[in-house]
């Protein structure tokens, strides 16, 4: 059995296959060659949404978020920190529920912020409010790769 999983590249959407043993070791895209992992949240879109959370194999946790919101902005350093620390167990991505009010209308963001765990498109865990460091590691780990 293969341990291979399919990455969307956050830079030009390329599905890739990389062997999950070597997802630390600096996977680059295979049509961009760009890193697959930059260390930071990617800001999600219209765009770039389905295949980021639709079409990877890697877990996803997306910070449904806003400018306007003061907690927001109190958790955004503690999703980057988590982001530097899991990464590449877990890819970390932020959408603006502003920018973005129909993927946020779709998933029911009722309030922010709000984390949702996607596996391969599905949702699989939500927590709404700010969260300590350790509090979302923990939070995190059942989904791990």
């Known amino acids: ?14 599905i890739n296959r990389v062997q999950t043993s070597r997802l630390g070791e600096g996977a680059r895209c295979g049509k961009c060659k760009q890193a697959l992992f930059t260390g930071e949240p990617i800001e999600l ?5 389905d295949a980021m959370v639709n ?3 890697l877990p996803i946790v997306v910070d449904f978020w806003a400018g306007w919101c003061g907690p927001c902005k109190m ?7 988590v982001t530097r620390e899991l990464e590449p167990r877990l890819r970390f991505a932020k959408l603006d529920t502003e920018a973005e009010q129909g993927i946020a209308g779709r998933f029911g963001i009722r309030s922010i ?4 765990v996607f596996r391969r498109g599905q949702e699989v865990a939500r927590q709404a409010g700010v969260m300590q460091a350790s509090q979302l590691t923990q939070w995190l780990r059942p989904h791990l790769l």
């Open 55 to 57: 079409r990877s194999d």
């Open 45 to 49: 879109n219209d765009t770039n949404f």
């Open 1 to 14: 059995m293969s341990d291979a999983i399919q990455l969307a590249c956050p830079h030009c959407l390329s």
């Open 75 to 81: 958790m955004a350093p503690i999703f980057a920190q």
């Open 113 to 116: 912020p709000t984390l949702v």
